[in-house]
């Protein structure tokens, strides 16, 4: 009883204090009557964008702008923050709105998702964000790429996805170019197993990484080598699930395309 008053009079509590829950809770609302994978026009926080998929923009929302999912302190007054499967633009508009004068560089593979992400930086009048329509990889290379058909998009096969193909960069050769690296979101739908050790020797001028970690299936799993690598390069990690699996034993994620995903925030211990 003790717990379910303390959680209904905290959303209530919320709700008054906080215009950030409030705008969440009107997205909600809203969501029932939105078709899926179909655009539409959303303001919040005094932006105005447009989304390719009403659902997954609350979740977006959600994570980055009402739980500061990407949120961090930088002695830089002008951090460099690269934002690696930007998507429709949400953690991009974030940064900005955090740091006004920082180096935010953003890369999107898909075409149709990078065509909504430009038009969100560029109406909303964004300043100190750089796109680019690649696929961030190990080499320099032409890759086939699926497209879900809402605004997600992946190296690695997704059921019921169109093949394109994009444009991929050697990553490494970028951050090469860095002195320093404030920040660096990568979202990238599995291509990290093979991206985060090609990036290994950038990582001593890396301060904070955040890692979005796909386990798809009948592939290798490479959690293991991914922490062991951020573990060698003086990164202390918090890990968090993204896709709960109450019975792990008998849900064994066989309708899905992962069997897991995971959010990992790993800082340099002397920051």
């Not at 709700?15 to 029932?32: E, Q």
């Not at 990078?114 to 032409?142: H, M, T, Y």
């Not at 109450?246 to 925030?265: A, R, S, T």
Request: glycine letters at 4%; hydrophobic letters at 40%.
């Amino acid at each position: 009883m003790k717990d379910f008053v303390t959680y209904f009079f905290k959303g209530a509590y919320l709700f008054f204090i906080d215009s950030n829950y409030r705008t969440l809770m009107k997205f909600f609302w809203i969501n029932i009557f939105k078709k899926r994978y179909t655009p539409y026009h959303v303001s919040f926080n005094g932006f105005n964008i447009q989304v390719a998929d009403f659902k997954s923009f609350i979740y977006q929302y959600q994570e980055i702008f009402f739980n500061g999912f990407y949120s961090f302190n930088s002695k830089n007054s002008s951090p460099v923050i690269y934002d690696c499967g930007a998507n429709i633009g949400i953690s991009s508009l974030f940064f900005s709105s955090k740091h006004p004068s920082a180096k935010i560089v953003a890369y999107e593979a898909s075409p149709s998702v990078f065509k909504v992400l430009e038009k969100n930086i560029r109406i909303n009048n964004i300043s100190n964000v750089q796109l680019f329509q690649n696929a961030i990889w190990i080499k320099n290379d032409l890759l086939e790429f699926s497209e879900e058909g809402a605004d997600a998009g992946s190296l690695y096969a997704i059921k019921n996805s169109k093949k394109i193909q994009v444009q991929a960069i050697d990553f490494l050769e970028v951050l090469n170019k860095e002195d320093k690296i404030d920040f660096i979101k990568i979202d990238i739908e599995g291509a990290e197993n093979e991206l985060i050790p090609h990036l290994s020797p950038a990582f001593h001028k890396i301060d904070k990484l955040f890692i979005e970690y796909h386990s798809f299936k009948n592939t290798p799993q490479k959690l293991d080598e991914i922490l062991s690598l951020l573990k060698e390069f003086n990164f202390r990690y918090y890990i968090r699930h993204s896709n709960e699996r109450k019975q792990p034993f008998i849900d064994n994620g066989k309708d899905e395309n992962m069997d897991m995903q995971l959010n990992i925030f790993a800082y340099k211990i002397s920051s």
